[in-house]
């Protein structure tokens, strides 16, 4: 007998999470990637399994799982010769966890729970470029003319960082950080000019030709 998740339907594909288990399954980065292949559309283990490459039998427990918890049902059964195959499907399009259902303390350790995966990437795919680099990496300490201090990851000589960035046959690799003062027009302009981009690169990003990039973009007002 499959447990039923407890929650409420905010519309027709949206649901809020109220049972603690399915909350942390969802909220957990290390479980949460398990139904991604199953949201918003039919998949079979097999398929799934591909998508998440990973072991069918390495799936089925987290299958498992999910059934137990609410998240996922069996969508129908296709019958063949040998072992039917079983499709399944999330039990929303998109679920909605509330903090006070998460088992973060506060709202900044939800956020870094769940942005260090993501944020780990990126630096990671930055230090492999780096290390396959001839030039002589390090920290660069200086004050700007404005007078702030600044710590910048680059070269010991201008011009090795120059060439590299742009050298067009190297790959794309950028990251910056800037404390910057400005109204709050201008500020939601560049978070509008951010969202753009975002979608932009997502709508390059869906015929899954070319190389995979971490892509982040952020602003928020200095908690200081």
């Known amino acids: 007998m499959l447990l039923q998740m407890e929650s409420v339907v905010l519309n027709k594909s949206r649901r809020e999470v109220r049972d603690p288990e399915a ?33 069918m039998s390495g799936l089925f ?9 609410g998240l996922v049902e069996i969508t129908r059964i296709e019958q ?7 499709h399944y499907r999330a039990t929303a399009e998109e679920f909605f966890v509330p903090f006070r259902m998460t088992r973060a303390g506060t709202y900044e350790e939800m956020l870094r729970e769940q942005e ?5 990437r990126l630096l990671q795919g930055i230090a492999r470029v780096r290390e ?13 003319d404005t007078g702030a201090i600044r710590y910048h990851f680059t070269t010991l000589h201008r011009q090795d960082d120059d060439l590299f960035m742009s050298d067009a046959s190297r790959p794309a690799l950028f990251s910056g950080w800037i ?3 400005m109204s709050h027009a201008q500020a939601r302009l560049f978070q509008q000019r951010m969202m753009d981009i975002l979608q932009e690169v997502s709508v390059l990003g869906e015929s899954g030709e070319g190389e995979a990039y971490v892509l982040h973009v952020g602003i928020a007002p200095h908690p200081d």
Do not use: N, V
């Open 179 to 181: 404390t910057a003062h």
């Open 23 to 55: 909350a942390a399954f969802l909220t957990q980065p290390g479980s949460a990637r398990y139904i991604e292949p199953f949201l918003g559309q039919e998949c079979s283990l097999k398929d799934a399994a591909e998508t998440l490459q990973i072991s």
């Open 80 to 86: 063949r010769r040998g072992r039917p195959i079983k």
């Open 132 to 144: 396959t680099q001839e030039q002589q990496w390090g920290i660069l300490l200086s004050r700007e």
């Open 116 to 120: 260090r995966p993501q944020h780990d």
């Open 61 to 69: 427990y987290w299958l498992e799982r999910m059934l137990a918890l």
